[in-house]
């Protein structure tokens, strides 16, 4: 990584452009959805905790929402289970969502939590599970202990933002009938973000965003609706991975979320740019009724 030395009166500048930005998002709520290598690349996943502490301590209330297939699959593996997807989604007995449990709530999460805290955060561990935060069903038989999002209750969230915390929430979900069912982690993130009115929602993936033509990184549309998306995932420019996520962002505004930010997540500092420089770091996505500041 180049190591650019600035002057004192530089990073004061910097501050200072800074500033509106600082003032725009104090007291929001902003969702970050983390996962992709930005989550298993360390030096990458420091900075992404260290960004997520800079924000708290400016004002803005953070939640950061997890995923861990790569590390639920490894852990599969190393019980002797081969790890199968069906359009993407894990087929999960109940062996698999054990897993997932320990994985998710106890080894992600945790390690998370203390992340943010070596970087000078307060931070609080919640699975979907806890107070009924994601309430699911079965989504069908042949994937097993994968869950549909029927409901989600903030106020565990809301009273740790409120209490001065930054709250880490793993992607499972629970019935009333005491079973565990593994959630997407993109979809959880759309879901809590709408119930709780977010600012933004920042989706960290594996490219820059949404590109005009997928084979040119220099393409990346900067700012788009949410009816031109869905115009160009009708025509093919938008395909493979990136038709979920774009559903995403779809979800979560209808369900009450400002705006959506796909970025990648293995660009360092990635969030701080988007948040708080002029220029951001990846693809808005917005409702045809908001502007695209």
Known sequence: ????????????????QALPYICRYNGKVIVVKYGGNAMINDDLKEQ??????????????????????PEISEAMEKAGKKPVFVDGLRVTDRETVEIAQMVLAGK????????LQMKGGLAVGVSGMDGRLIEAKKKNDALGYVGEITGVNVKPVNDLLSAGYIPVV???GCDRD????NINGDTAAAYIAGAMGAERMIMMTDIGGI???KDDPDSL????????AEKLADRGVISG???????????????????????DGRVPHATLMEILTDEGAGTMVYGEEQDNV
């Open 1 to 16: 990584m180049m190591n650019i030395s600035l002057s004192n009166s530089e990073r004061a500048e910097v501050l200072t």
């Open 48 to 69: 992404v905790m260290e960004d997520i502490v800079l924000l708290t301590l400016i004002g803005v209330k953070v939640v950061l929402v997890h995923g861990g297939g």
């Open 108 to 115: 992600i999460n945790k390690t998370l939590v203390n992340l």
């Open 170 to 172: 793993s992607t499972l």
């Open 178 to 181: 005491g079973n565990t069912y």
């Open 211 to 213: 590109m005009a033509d």
């Open 221 to 228: 549309i900067r700012s788009i609706t949410v009816g031109e």
């Open 241 to 263: 991975g990136m038709i979920p996520k774009v559903k995403c962002c779809v979800d979560a505004i209808s369900h009450g979320v400002k705006k959506v930010i796909i970025l």
